[in-house]
């Protein structure tokens, strides 16, 4: 499975962005992840094949959704009402393992997301 990620960019405190991301297979569940400056790389979000399991980082409950495009292998976050501590670089991941045993053995590239104050 192959990733593709996009949509990062600069962007003031309380805008929002589109991260979007297309898979060349049909992952069991794919999410995002991403990593702050000099931190380790954490959850933020996740979603199941069918779109009927969603998990989010606590963080970003209420601001950020996902969703996901079968018919494209495709998937979102919107996220709105960013904050400065949402900067990071956000990776696209997928596991070919279902919901509640993923294992993200496939990683896009990096996108930055920088949100100034």
């Known amino acids: 499975v192959q990733l593709q990620a996009s949509g990062g960019g600069l962007v003031q405190a309380g805008g929002s962005l589109r991260l979007s991301c297309t898979a060349s297979?049909?992952?069991?569940?794919m999410g995002w992840f991403r990593q702050a400056p000099g931190k380790a790389r954490q959850p933020v979000s996740s979603?199941?094949?069918?779109?009927?399991?969603?998990y989010y980082t606590e963080s970003v409950e209420g601001r950020f959704t996902i969703s996901r495009d079968g018919a494209k292998n495709a998937v979102y976050l919107q996220m709105n009402s960013l904050k400065p501590e949402d900067t990071g670089v956000y990776y696209c991941?997928?596991?070919?393992?279902?919901?509640?045993?993923?294992?993200?053995?496939?990683w896009g590239q990096g996108t930055q997301v920088t949100v100034s104050s």
């Open positions: 979603i199941s094949l069918s779109g009927g399991n969603t």
């Open positions: 991941a997928a596991s070919a393992t279902a919901w509640g045993r993923e294992r993200y053995d496939y």
């Open positions: 297979g049909r992952p069991r569940v």
